[in-house]
Protein backbone atom coordinates (compact mmCIF):
# COMPACT_ATOMS: atom_id res chain seq x y z
CA UNK A 1 0.00 0.00 0.00
CA UNK A 2 1.51 3.31 -0.96
CA UNK A 3 1.70 5.97 2.15
CA UNK A 4 0.15 9.15 1.51
CA UNK A 5 3.11 12.14 1.08
CA UNK A 6 1.29 13.95 4.25
CA UNK A 7 2.02 10.29 5.76
CA UNK A 8 4.99 10.11 4.40
CA UNK A 9 5.66 13.76 5.94
CA UNK A 10 4.95 12.77 9.47
CA UNK A 11 6.70 9.73 9.96
CA UNK A 12 9.89 11.65 9.14
CA UNK A 13 9.22 14.38 11.24
CA UNK A 14 8.25 11.62 13.93
CA UNK A 15 12.11 10.26 13.37
CA UNK A 16 13.85 13.77 13.26
CA UNK A 17 16.29 15.45 16.15
CA UNK A 18 17.91 18.73 15.13
CA UNK A 19 20.36 20.33 17.68
CA UNK A 20 23.36 22.40 18.25
CA UNK A 21 26.17 21.62 20.87
CA UNK A 22 26.54 24.51 23.26
CA UNK A 23 29.78 25.09 25.14
CA UNK A 24 33.07 26.79 25.60
CA UNK A 25 36.39 25.76 23.92
CA UNK A 26 37.68 22.70 25.80
CA UNK A 27 34.96 21.56 27.19
CA UNK A 28 35.07 18.05 24.55
CA UNK A 29 32.44 19.17 21.92
CA UNK A 30 34.61 17.84 19.28
CA UNK A 31 35.39 14.45 21.88
CA UNK A 32 31.41 14.04 22.53
CA UNK A 33 30.10 14.44 18.81
CA UNK A 34 32.72 11.93 17.63
CA UNK A 35 31.08 9.83 20.23
CA UNK A 36 27.67 10.55 18.98
CA UNK A 37 28.87 9.83 15.17
CA UNK A 38 30.24 6.69 16.87
CA UNK A 39 27.44 5.12 17.67
CA UNK A 40 25.34 5.90 14.65
CA UNK A 41 28.10 4.50 12.83
CA UNK A 42 28.82 7.66 11.04
CA UNK A 43 32.46 7.51 11.19
CA UNK A 44 34.51 4.38 11.77
CA UNK A 45 37.55 5.39 13.27
CA UNK A 46 37.77 7.37 17.12
CA UNK A 47 39.26 10.58 15.79
CA UNK A 48 38.08 11.51 12.29
CA UNK A 49 36.41 14.32 14.18
CA UNK A 50 39.32 15.66 16.03
CA UNK A 51 41.97 15.37 12.72
CA UNK A 52 39.50 17.80 11.47
CA UNK A 53 39.53 20.16 13.89
CA UNK A 54 43.54 20.08 13.97
CA UNK A 55 43.70 20.83 10.79
CA UNK A 56 41.82 23.83 11.18
CA UNK A 57 42.79 25.26 14.26
CA UNK A 58 46.92 24.41 13.33
CA UNK A 59 47.05 28.09 11.57
CA UNK A 60 45.41 31.42 12.81
CA UNK A 61 46.15 32.24 8.99
CA UNK A 62 42.94 33.46 7.16
CA UNK A 63 43.98 31.83 4.23
CA UNK A 64 44.86 28.67 5.60
CA UNK A 65 41.47 29.04 7.14
CA UNK A 66 39.85 29.54 3.92
CA UNK A 67 41.91 26.58 1.82
CA UNK A 68 39.98 24.66 4.83
CA UNK A 69 36.38 25.66 4.77
CA UNK A 70 35.60 22.65 2.06
CA UNK A 71 36.70 20.77 5.22
CA UNK A 72 35.44 22.73 8.13
CA UNK A 73 31.63 23.16 6.06
CA UNK A 74 30.85 19.09 6.19
CA UNK A 75 31.22 19.02 9.76
CA UNK A 76 28.96 22.32 9.77
CA UNK A 77 25.98 19.78 9.53
CA UNK A 78 26.31 16.02 10.91
CA UNK A 79 23.42 13.52 10.16
CA UNK A 80 23.81 10.00 11.26
CA UNK A 81 20.71 7.39 12.05
CA UNK A 82 20.07 5.63 15.78
CA UNK A 83 17.29 3.49 16.92
CA UNK A 84 15.20 4.38 14.50
CA UNK A 85 16.00 8.52 14.70
CA UNK A 86 17.24 10.07 12.12
CA UNK A 87 19.83 12.80 13.99
CA UNK A 88 21.10 16.04 12.39
CA UNK A 89 23.87 17.97 15.12
CA UNK A 90 24.59 21.65 14.02
CA UNK A 91 27.87 22.77 14.62
CA UNK A 92 28.81 26.06 16.37
CA UNK A 93 32.10 26.86 16.06
CA UNK A 94 34.34 28.12 18.69
CA UNK A 95 37.69 29.46 19.18
CA UNK A 96 38.85 31.75 16.53
CA UNK A 97 35.89 30.99 14.31
CA UNK A 98 33.13 32.20 16.41
CA UNK A 99 30.74 34.85 14.63
CA UNK A 100 27.49 35.87 14.51
CA UNK A 101 27.08 32.93 11.83
CA UNK A 102 27.48 30.74 15.36
CA UNK A 103 24.36 32.71 16.57
CA UNK A 104 22.52 31.86 13.39
CA UNK A 105 22.99 28.73 13.55
CA UNK A 106 21.36 28.06 16.88
CA UNK A 107 18.15 29.61 14.81
CA UNK A 108 18.63 26.47 12.96
CA UNK A 109 17.93 24.36 16.28
CA UNK A 110 15.13 22.50 17.98
CA UNK A 111 17.23 22.43 21.07
CA UNK A 112 20.84 22.43 22.19
CA UNK A 113 22.75 20.59 24.25
CA UNK A 114 24.70 22.32 26.71
CA UNK A 115 28.28 20.97 27.55
CA UNK A 116 30.00 21.84 30.39
CA UNK A 117 33.54 21.07 32.03
CA UNK A 118 32.99 19.91 35.23
CA UNK A 119 35.81 21.53 36.86
CA UNK A 120 35.62 24.67 35.35
CA UNK A 121 31.77 25.15 35.27
CA UNK A 122 29.66 27.69 33.22
CA UNK A 123 31.87 29.40 31.21
CA UNK A 124 31.46 32.61 28.88
CA UNK A 125 30.93 31.75 25.41
CA UNK A 126 28.52 28.72 27.31
CA UNK A 127 26.65 31.84 28.62
CA UNK A 128 25.93 33.62 24.86
CA UNK A 129 25.17 30.72 23.57
CA UNK A 130 22.87 29.49 26.03
CA UNK A 131 21.13 33.61 25.98
CA UNK A 132 20.51 33.13 22.44
CA UNK A 133 18.85 29.55 22.90
CA UNK A 134 16.86 30.64 26.13
CA UNK A 135 15.38 34.01 23.83
CA UNK A 136 14.32 31.04 21.38
CA UNK A 137 12.61 29.41 24.68
CA UNK A 138 14.06 25.86 23.34
CA UNK A 139 14.98 22.95 25.41
CA UNK A 140 17.96 22.75 26.66
CA UNK A 141 19.93 19.12 27.67
CA UNK A 142 23.46 19.56 29.80
CA UNK A 143 26.31 16.96 29.98
CA UNK A 144 28.51 17.46 32.68
CA UNK A 145 31.64 16.16 31.13
CA UNK A 146 34.86 15.19 32.14
CA UNK A 147 33.62 13.08 35.71
CA UNK A 148 36.86 11.43 36.00
CA UNK A 149 38.39 14.39 36.47
CA UNK A 150 38.62 16.33 39.93
CA UNK A 151 36.05 18.92 39.77
CA UNK A 152 33.03 20.70 41.50
CA UNK A 153 30.30 19.50 43.67
CA UNK A 154 27.00 19.02 41.68
CA UNK A 155 25.11 20.61 43.75
CA UNK A 156 27.44 23.80 43.39
CA UNK A 157 26.87 23.23 39.90
CA UNK A 158 23.36 23.18 39.82
CA UNK A 159 23.40 25.96 41.70
CA UNK A 160 25.64 27.79 38.80
CA UNK A 161 23.09 26.82 36.22
CA UNK A 162 20.56 28.53 38.16
CA UNK A 163 22.50 31.90 39.72
CA UNK A 164 24.69 32.52 36.26
CA UNK A 165 21.92 31.17 33.46
CA UNK A 166 19.27 31.27 35.73
CA UNK A 167 17.14 27.81 34.53
CA UNK A 168 16.90 24.97 37.30
CA UNK A 169 18.04 21.72 36.39
CA UNK A 170 17.04 18.22 37.41
CA UNK A 171 19.34 15.64 37.35
CA UNK A 172 18.94 11.92 35.14
CA UNK A 173 21.42 10.66 37.00
CA UNK A 174 24.23 11.65 39.66
CA UNK A 175 27.68 10.69 40.02
CA UNK A 176 29.35 7.92 42.70
CA UNK A 177 32.73 9.36 43.50
CA UNK A 178 34.73 11.70 41.02
CA UNK A 179 38.17 11.84 39.36
CA UNK A 180 40.06 9.02 40.69
CA UNK A 181 37.63 8.03 42.61
CA UNK A 182 34.60 7.75 40.50
CA UNK A 183 32.98 4.69 40.02
CA UNK A 184 29.89 5.59 38.48
CA UNK A 185 26.85 7.28 38.17
CA UNK A 186 23.03 6.43 39.73
CA UNK A 187 20.54 6.50 36.99
CA UNK A 188 17.44 8.91 38.58
CA UNK A 189 14.93 7.41 35.63
CA UNK A 190 15.64 4.12 35.83
CA UNK A 191 17.13 2.83 39.27
CA UNK A 192 20.45 1.44 37.93
CA UNK A 193 23.95 2.04 38.27
CA UNK A 194 26.38 2.39 35.69
CA UNK A 195 29.67 1.44 36.99
CA UNK A 196 32.91 2.81 35.61
CA UNK A 197 35.42 0.18 36.94
CA UNK A 198 38.04 -2.37 35.74
CA UNK A 199 41.63 -1.40 36.86
CA UNK A 200 41.93 1.14 34.30
CA UNK A 201 38.57 2.43 34.06
CA UNK A 202 37.74 0.67 31.30
CA UNK A 203 35.13 -1.82 31.80
CA UNK A 204 31.62 0.15 32.02
CA UNK A 205 28.78 -2.00 33.42
CA UNK A 206 24.87 -1.25 33.62
CA UNK A 207 23.57 -3.03 36.90
CA UNK A 208 19.24 -2.39 37.82
CA UNK A 209 19.25 -1.66 41.60
CA UNK A 210 16.69 -2.22 44.13
CA UNK A 211 17.22 1.25 45.89
CA UNK A 212 19.95 3.24 46.68
CA UNK A 213 20.89 1.16 49.03
CA UNK A 214 21.80 -1.96 46.87
CA UNK A 215 24.94 -4.20 47.98
CA UNK A 216 26.04 -3.54 44.19
CA UNK A 217 26.94 0.12 44.86
CA UNK A 218 28.32 -0.54 48.73
CA UNK A 219 30.57 -3.61 47.34
CA UNK A 220 32.24 -1.69 44.75
CA UNK A 221 32.16 1.90 45.89
CA UNK A 222 33.09 1.64 49.52
CA UNK A 223 30.86 2.89 52.63
CA UNK A 224 32.11 6.20 52.48
CA UNK A 225 30.75 6.87 48.53
CA UNK A 226 27.63 4.93 48.91
CA UNK A 227 26.41 6.91 52.11
CA UNK A 228 27.31 9.89 50.16
CA UNK A 229 25.62 9.01 47.08
CA UNK A 230 22.32 8.20 49.41
CA UNK A 231 22.53 11.41 51.31
CA UNK A 232 22.54 13.19 48.15
CA UNK A 233 19.70 11.62 46.44
CA UNK A 234 17.75 11.75 49.53
CA UNK A 235 18.35 15.33 49.21
CA UNK A 236 17.30 15.50 45.34
CA UNK A 237 14.31 13.38 46.25
CA UNK A 238 13.31 16.29 49.23
CA UNK A 239 14.59 19.45 47.86
CA UNK A 240 15.04 18.39 44.10
CA UNK A 241 13.38 19.90 41.26
CA UNK A 242 11.04 17.24 40.24
CA UNK A 243 11.12 16.08 36.10
CA UNK A 244 8.61 18.02 34.19
CA UNK A 245 8.18 17.24 30.41
CA UNK A 246 6.65 20.71 29.97
CA UNK A 247 8.92 23.21 31.73
CA UNK A 248 12.07 21.27 29.50
CA UNK A 249 10.03 21.91 26.61
CA UNK A 250 9.89 25.57 27.32
CA UNK A 251 13.23 26.08 28.19
CA UNK A 252 12.66 26.24 32.21
CA UNK A 253 13.75 23.19 33.51
CA UNK A 254 17.36 21.52 31.80
CA UNK A 255 17.52 17.74 32.66
CA UNK A 256 21.29 16.98 34.11
CA UNK A 257 23.43 13.99 32.91
CA UNK A 258 26.97 13.53 34.22
CA UNK A 259 29.21 11.64 32.03
CA UNK A 260 32.63 11.29 30.64
CA UNK A 261 33.27 11.97 26.77
CA UNK A 262 36.46 10.77 26.55
CA UNK A 263 35.94 7.41 28.36
CA UNK A 264 32.69 6.75 26.42
CA UNK A 265 30.74 6.85 29.36
CA UNK A 266 27.57 8.17 29.90
CA UNK A 267 27.24 8.76 26.70
CA UNK A 268 24.96 6.21 25.60
CA UNK A 269 22.87 6.75 28.26
CA UNK A 270 22.79 10.63 27.66
CA UNK A 271 22.02 9.83 23.53
CA UNK A 272 19.00 7.58 24.32
CA UNK A 273 17.10 9.37 26.99
CA UNK A 274 18.02 12.78 24.98
CA UNK A 275 16.29 10.96 21.94
CA UNK A 276 12.92 10.33 24.13
CA UNK A 277 12.92 13.67 25.76
CA UNK A 278 14.00 15.97 23.24
CA UNK A 279 11.47 17.55 20.33
CA UNK A 280 10.85 16.55 16.65
CA UNK A 281 10.96 19.17 14.43
CA UNK A 282 8.58 22.51 15.57
CA UNK A 283 6.45 24.88 13.86
CA UNK A 284 8.24 27.89 13.00
CA UNK A 285 6.99 31.47 12.99
CA UNK A 286 5.97 33.65 9.08
CA UNK A 287 5.22 36.10 8.92
CA UNK A 288 1.22 34.70 7.99
CA UNK A 289 1.07 32.54 11.29
CA UNK A 290 2.58 29.43 12.16
CA UNK A 291 3.92 26.82 9.91
CA UNK A 292 3.83 23.11 10.97
CA UNK A 293 6.12 20.56 10.30
CA UNK A 294 3.97 18.20 8.71
CA UNK A 295 2.18 20.59 5.96
CA UNK A 296 2.75 18.97 2.09
CA UNK A 297 4.19 22.10 0.83
CA UNK A 298 7.91 22.96 1.02
CA UNK A 299 9.30 25.41 3.02
CA UNK A 300 12.72 26.83 4.43
CA UNK A 301 14.75 29.33 4.85
CA UNK A 302 18.67 30.17 4.47
CA UNK A 303 20.33 30.41 7.89
CA UNK A 304 24.24 30.46 6.85
CA UNK A 305 26.24 31.31 3.48
CA UNK A 306 29.53 30.31 3.02
CA UNK A 307 31.23 31.55 0.71
CA UNK A 308 34.51 30.48 -1.62
CA UNK A 309 34.12 27.30 -0.58
CA UNK A 310 36.36 25.96 -3.63
CA UNK A 311 38.88 28.38 -4.43
CA UNK A 312 38.70 27.59 -7.81
CA UNK A 313 35.67 28.01 -8.42
CA UNK A 314 34.78 30.88 -5.90
CA UNK A 315 31.40 29.23 -5.42
CA UNK A 316 29.07 29.60 -2.19
CA UNK A 317 26.84 27.26 -0.05
CA UNK A 318 23.84 28.65 1.39
CA UNK A 319 22.46 26.39 4.33
CA UNK A 320 18.78 26.06 4.05
CA UNK A 321 16.95 24.64 7.52
CA UNK A 322 13.70 22.59 5.99
CA UNK A 323 10.78 24.07 7.98
CA UNK A 324 7.96 22.16 6.24
CA UNK A 325 6.68 20.05 3.25
CA UNK A 326 9.08 17.42 1.52
CA UNK A 327 12.06 18.26 -0.69
CA UNK A 328 12.91 16.42 -3.81
CA UNK A 329 15.92 17.65 -5.73
CA UNK A 330 15.49 19.56 -8.55
CA UNK A 331 12.35 20.78 -7.82
CA UNK A 332 10.87 24.30 -8.33
CA UNK A 333 10.50 26.48 -5.46
CA UNK A 334 9.52 30.50 -5.02
CA UNK A 335 12.40 32.41 -3.52
CA UNK A 336 10.32 35.08 -1.98
CA UNK A 337 12.28 38.08 -2.15
CA UNK A 338 13.16 37.74 -5.38
CA UNK A 339 9.55 37.02 -6.20
CA UNK A 340 10.74 34.19 -9.34
CA UNK A 341 11.01 30.81 -9.30
CA UNK A 342 14.03 28.69 -8.89
CA UNK A 343 15.34 24.99 -9.56
CA UNK A 344 17.01 23.54 -6.49
CA UNK A 345 19.18 21.24 -8.77
CA UNK A 346 22.67 20.48 -7.02
CA UNK A 347 21.50 20.21 -3.29
CA UNK A 348 24.10 19.21 -0.42
CA UNK A 349 23.40 17.00 2.42
CA UNK A 350 26.07 16.57 5.55
CA UNK A 351 27.22 13.14 6.95
CA UNK A 352 30.23 13.17 8.46
CA UNK A 353 32.77 12.33 5.74
CA UNK A 354 31.66 13.00 2.81
CA UNK A 355 29.27 15.80 1.07
CA UNK A 356 26.48 14.23 -0.82
CA UNK A 357 23.69 14.92 -3.33
CA UNK A 358 21.08 14.39 -1.69
CA UNK A 359 17.99 13.57 -3.48
CA UNK A 360 14.68 13.87 -0.85
CA UNK A 361 14.96 15.56 2.39
CA UNK A 362 12.37 16.46 5.37
CA UNK A 363 11.64 19.27 8.65
CA UNK A 364 14.51 19.58 10.57
CA UNK A 365 16.99 18.26 7.96
CA UNK A 366 19.58 21.30 6.97
CA UNK A 367 20.50 20.86 3.10
CA UNK A 368 23.38 23.37 1.43
CA UNK A 369 22.02 25.05 -1.75
CA UNK A 370 24.51 25.37 -4.52
CA UNK A 371 24.47 30.00 -4.65
CA UNK A 372 25.79 31.35 -7.80
CA UNK A 373 24.68 34.82 -5.36
CA UNK A 374 21.47 34.43 -5.19
CA UNK A 375 20.46 34.00 -1.79
CA UNK A 376 20.74 36.10 1.05
CA UNK A 377 20.82 35.49 4.99
CA UNK A 378 17.33 35.05 5.92
CA UNK A 379 15.53 34.64 2.30
CA UNK A 380 12.80 31.96 2.70
CA UNK A 381 11.91 29.61 -0.45
CA UNK A 382 8.22 28.06 -0.26
CA UNK A 383 6.18 26.00 -2.76
CA UNK A 384 2.97 27.69 -4.30
CA UNK A 385 3.12 30.68 -1.78
CA UNK A 386 4.68 33.03 -0.05
CA UNK A 387 5.84 32.09 3.04
CA UNK A 388 8.21 34.40 5.12
CA UNK A 389 10.02 33.40 7.64
CA UNK A 390 11.21 35.64 10.37
CA UNK A 391 13.28 33.54 12.48
CA UNK A 392 16.92 35.05 12.22
CA UNK A 393 17.19 38.33 14.17
CA UNK A 394 20.13 40.70 14.18
CA UNK A 395 22.59 40.18 16.78
CA UNK A 396 24.19 43.26 18.68
CA UNK A 397 27.49 43.20 17.68
CA UNK A 398 30.18 42.73 20.17
CA UNK A 399 33.39 44.45 18.76
CA UNK A 400 33.22 47.53 16.53
CA UNK A 401 35.54 49.13 14.17
CA UNK A 402 35.66 52.70 11.99
CA UNK A 403 36.61 51.56 8.32
CA UNK A 404 38.37 53.70 6.34
CA UNK A 405 39.58 52.94 2.16
CA UNK A 406 43.34 53.15 0.98
CA UNK A 407 42.58 54.49 -1.98
CA UNK A 408 40.31 56.89 -2.72
CA UNK A 409 39.48 56.16 -6.34
CA UNK A 410 37.99 52.47 -5.68
CA UNK A 411 35.07 54.32 -3.97
CA UNK A 412 32.63 52.34 -6.40
CA UNK A 413 34.35 48.84 -5.35
CA UNK A 414 34.52 49.77 -1.68
CA UNK A 415 30.62 50.86 -1.56
CA UNK A 416 30.00 47.80 -3.42
CA UNK A 417 31.80 44.79 -0.96
CA UNK A 418 30.50 46.87 2.22
CA UNK A 419 27.04 46.35 0.68
CA UNK A 420 27.19 42.89 -0.21
CA UNK A 421 29.18 42.11 2.53
CA UNK A 422 26.65 43.46 4.79
CA UNK A 423 23.84 42.02 2.93
CA UNK A 424 25.84 38.46 3.17
CA UNK A 425 26.09 38.83 7.27
CA UNK A 426 30.01 38.66 7.16
CA UNK A 427 29.70 42.35 8.99
CA UNK A 428 27.11 44.72 10.49
CA UNK A 429 27.66 48.46 8.90
CA UNK A 430 26.96 51.76 10.86
CA UNK A 431 26.95 54.63 10.15
CA UNK A 432 27.88 58.05 12.54
CA UNK A 433 25.08 60.98 12.71
CA UNK A 434 27.48 63.53 12.90
CA UNK A 435 30.54 62.80 10.59
CA UNK A 436 29.15 59.86 7.94
CA UNK A 437 32.05 57.51 9.43
CA UNK A 438 31.18 53.97 8.67
CA UNK A 439 31.92 51.74 11.66
CA UNK A 440 31.25 47.48 11.34
CA UNK A 441 30.13 45.61 13.58
CA UNK A 442 31.04 41.89 14.23
CA UNK A 443 30.42 39.07 17.23
CA UNK A 444 34.00 37.19 16.55
CA UNK A 445 37.27 38.70 15.10
CA UNK A 446 37.24 36.67 12.58
CA UNK A 447 34.90 38.23 10.91
CA UNK A 448 36.93 41.29 10.32
CA UNK A 449 39.69 39.50 8.46
CA UNK A 450 37.20 37.76 6.94
CA UNK A 451 36.09 40.96 5.83
CA UNK A 452 39.53 42.67 4.89
CA UNK A 453 40.51 39.58 3.35
CA UNK A 454 37.33 39.56 0.71
CA UNK A 455 37.58 43.51 0.01
CA UNK A 456 40.62 42.87 -1.48
CA UNK A 457 40.24 39.61 -3.14
CA UNK A 458 36.69 40.21 -4.61
CA UNK A 459 36.91 43.94 -4.43
CA UNK A 460 39.94 44.80 -5.05
CA UNK A 461 40.15 46.73 -1.99
CA UNK A 462 42.42 47.90 0.52
CA UNK A 463 41.08 48.86 3.67
CA UNK A 464 41.69 50.37 6.87
CA UNK A 465 39.99 48.48 10.38
CA UNK A 466 40.54 50.90 13.36
CA UNK A 467 39.03 49.25 16.49
CA UNK A 468 36.65 51.36 18.97
CA UNK A 469 36.41 50.66 22.33
CA UNK A 470 32.68 50.54 22.10
CA UNK A 471 31.09 46.73 23.07
CA UNK A 472 27.33 47.09 22.88
CA UNK A 473 25.00 48.31 20.65
CA UNK A 474 21.22 48.77 21.32
CA UNK A 475 18.08 49.60 18.91
CA UNK A 476 16.36 52.56 19.98
CA UNK A 477 12.83 52.96 19.60
CA UNK A 478 11.96 56.79 20.87
CA UNK A 479 9.65 59.27 18.94
CA UNK A 480 11.72 61.92 19.47
CA UNK A 481 15.73 60.83 19.63
CA UNK A 482 17.85 63.64 21.43
CA UNK A 483 21.56 63.37 19.78
CA UNK A 484 22.60 65.08 22.95
CA UNK A 485 21.33 62.57 25.69
CA UNK A 486 23.52 59.92 24.07
CA UNK A 487 27.15 61.44 23.95
CA UNK A 488 28.85 59.86 27.47
CA UNK A 489 31.15 56.59 26.29
CA UNK A 490 28.41 56.16 23.65
CA UNK A 491 27.76 57.20 20.02
CA UNK A 492 24.20 57.72 18.35
CA UNK A 493 24.73 55.62 15.00
CA UNK A 494 22.27 54.38 11.76
CA UNK A 495 22.19 51.02 10.54
CA UNK A 496 22.04 49.77 7.30
CA UNK A 497 18.14 50.81 7.50
CA UNK A 498 18.21 53.74 9.17
CA UNK A 499 17.04 52.51 12.62
CA UNK A 500 18.45 54.47 15.58
CA UNK A 501 20.80 52.08 17.43
CA UNK A 502 23.16 53.71 20.26
CA UNK A 503 27.21 52.00 21.01
CA UNK A 504 27.82 52.02 24.30
CA UNK A 505 31.55 51.52 25.58
CA UNK A 506 30.39 49.55 28.91
CA UNK A 507 27.09 48.58 30.86
CA UNK A 508 27.53 51.76 32.93
CA UNK A 509 26.83 54.28 29.85
CA UNK A 510 24.08 52.05 28.49
CA UNK A 511 22.62 51.55 32.16
CA UNK A 512 22.82 55.67 32.43
CA UNK A 513 21.33 56.42 28.80
CA UNK A 514 18.13 53.57 29.56
CA UNK A 515 18.09 56.35 33.43
CA UNK A 516 18.11 59.45 31.15
CA UNK A 517 16.19 58.10 28.81
CA UNK A 518 12.46 56.42 30.48
CA UNK A 519 10.38 56.42 27.79
CA UNK A 520 12.45 54.73 24.98
CA UNK A 521 12.72 50.83 24.37
CA UNK A 522 16.74 49.54 23.86
CA UNK A 523 16.57 46.48 22.16
CA UNK A 524 19.18 44.19 21.89
CA UNK A 525 18.35 43.09 18.46
CA UNK A 526 16.88 44.68 15.25
CA UNK A 527 13.51 45.86 15.44
P1 LIG B 1 36.23 21.16 22.31
O1 LIG B 1 35.85 20.57 20.99
O2 LIG B 1 35.06 21.48 23.17
O3 LIG B 1 37.19 22.29 22.22
O4 LIG B 1 36.99 20.05 23.16
P2 LIG B 1 37.69 18.66 22.77
O5 LIG B 1 36.69 17.62 22.46
O6 LIG B 1 38.77 18.90 21.79
O7 LIG B 1 38.32 18.31 24.18
C1 LIG B 1 39.23 19.17 24.82
C2 LIG B 1 40.16 18.34 25.67
O8 LIG B 1 39.41 17.72 26.70
C3 LIG B 1 40.85 17.23 24.91
O9 LIG B 1 42.11 17.06 25.50
C4 LIG B 1 39.98 16.03 25.23
O10 LIG B 1 40.66 14.81 25.11
C5 LIG B 1 39.64 16.32 26.66
N1 LIG B 1 38.41 15.63 27.12
C6 LIG B 1 37.22 15.51 26.49
N2 LIG B 1 36.36 14.79 27.24
C7 LIG B 1 37.03 14.44 28.36
C8 LIG B 1 36.69 13.67 29.51
O11 LIG B 1 35.59 13.15 29.67
N3 LIG B 1 37.66 13.55 30.45
C9 LIG B 1 38.90 14.09 30.33
N4 LIG B 1 39.77 13.89 31.30
N5 LIG B 1 39.26 14.80 29.24
C10 LIG B 1 38.34 14.98 28.27
P3 LIG B 1 43.44 17.56 24.81
O12 LIG B 1 44.55 17.27 25.75
O13 LIG B 1 43.26 18.97 24.35
O14 LIG B 1 43.53 16.71 23.54
P4 LIG B 1 43.94 15.20 23.41
O15 LIG B 1 45.40 15.27 23.25
O16 LIG B 1 43.52 14.50 24.66
O17 LIG B 1 43.22 14.73 22.23
Redesign the pocket.
Known amino acids: MSVSLKDEIIQEVEKRRTFAII????????????KLLLFGGAIREAGSV?AR?ASRHATSDWMEIEKQRGISVTSSVMQFDYNGHRINILDTP??QDFSEDTYRTLTAADCAVM?IDVAKGVEPQTIKLFQVCSQRGIPIFTFI?????EGKNPFDLMEELERVLGIRSVPMNWPIGMGRDLCGVYDRMKNQVELFNGKDHSTIEVRKVDDYNDSIIREMAGDFLTDQLIADLELLDVAGDQFDLEKVSRGELTPVFF?????N?GVQTFLENFLQLAPKPTPRKSEDGIIEPTSEKFTGYVFKIQANMNPAHRDRIAFLRICSGRFDRGMSVKHVRAGKDIKLSQPQQFLAQDRDIVESAYPGDIIGLFDPGIFRIGDSLSQGGNVVFNELPTFSPEIFAKVTIKNALKQKQYQKGIDQLTEEGTIQVFRTISFDDTILGVVGQLQFEVFEYRMRAEYGVEVQLQRMTYQFARWIIDDNIDPSKFRINSALVKDKKDNYVVLFENEYAMRTAMEKNPTAKFLDTAP
Do not use: I, Q
Not at 145 to 149: E, W
Not at 259 to 263: E, I, K, Q, Y
Open positions: AHPDAGKTTLTEKKGHLNKLDRGSAVNF
